[in-house]
């Protein structure tokens, strides 16, 4: 685990710098300046992006060129995770002649995406399955799966470099936690749906933020930030209710903000 990690939510990530920019955190619908899921991670020369939910593209191209992506990555398949897929392909098929983007997903995400097209996805990306326990190198970049607690087969997803680690949660309950990808998580993006005082406890469908402080606490993950907050939540409620359960302060994840270990 490394100490004093910093946030510079203005520059660019270095070369030497594990970094996560956020593209969109707002949870299940885009909000009026929020995009839906998507995390660009970047570190050692390597560019991978984590869900493409709807309006991540248009964030995507403030901070790389999409042609300059060594893989996307898809949790699950909420169409509030991968909405932009089909979007992207068109873009890199048909306007940016580009192809042979990997593209890991569960079974069912890659399904549906497949079925959008009548021929498939086609080349612009090359599609392929990852489940619970799969582990990619992409470029400088291991990436770890581990199965949430989620209705459809949802991936949490862990990036490490050197001694550098980013995890996050996608969807998940509190039946699962970001421990589940390992120790020494020196940034943890976890959801935080709801709130205590929302009154929903479901294991297996959406945390709390003050679930999620808990178990992040519990995990010795070393930063944690708070994300997939719907239009209609409270960001400001979210992470007071967070902070108070981590025992100390828990920072909220901002669109084009990025978070450098
Ligand atoms: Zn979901």
Partial sequence: MVSGATLDPTRPPGPGDLAVTVLGCSGTYAGPD???SGY???GGGTTVLLDAGPGTL???QHHVR???LDAVVVSHSHP????DVPVMRNALHYVLGHSGVPLYSTAETLGY???VFPDGI???FLPEVISDGSELSIGALRLRCSRTAHPPETLGIRVDLDRRSIAYSADTGPAWSLGELGAGIDIGICEATWRDADGF???????????????ARADGVARLVVTHVPPTGSWDLTVAEASDAYGSAVERARIHHTYVV
């Fill in 113 to 115: 995406l497949e079925s």
């Fill in 201 to 215: 406890q479901v294991d297996d469908l959406h945390m709390t933020a003050g679930q999620a402080g808990r178990l």
């Fill in 66 to 68: 999409p042609t300059t």
């Fill in 34 to 36: 929020n995009a839906c």
């Fill in 80 to 83: 509030d995770h991968w909405g």
């Fill in 122 to 124: 086609g080349d612009a």
């Fill in 58 to 60: 248009s964030s995507l």
């Fill in 40 to 42: 660009l991670v970047r």
